[in-house]
């Protein structure tokens, strides 16, 4: 998985979103892992594996 800093991506945004079709790309700040881009295909396919157990709600939305 290609590792970004958070200042790059926002300046190369449109690389980086052709690069998450392919796999996923994680967004650091200050060194920490904060967000992972993914396609919405892999998004649902991470949702529907997760759907068969009890680790669905871990990725909902935070605060819900």
């Known amino acids: 998985m290609p590792t970004v800093g958070v200042l790059e991506f926002q300046r190369k945004f449109g690389e980086f979103?052709?690069?998450a079709q392919r796999e996923p790309v994680e967004i650091t700040h200050h060194g920490r892992r904060e967000y992972v881009l993914l396609?919405?295909?892999h998004y649902?396919?991470?949702r529907a594996g997760a759907g068969s157990g009890?680790?669905?709600s871990?990725?909902?939305r935070r605060g819900q």
């Open 44 to 46: 649902n396919w991470l």
């Open 58 to 60: 871990r990725l909902s």
């Open 54 to 56: 009890q680790g669905s």
């Open 39 to 41: 396609s919405a295909d």
């Open 17 to 19: 979103q052709h690069q």
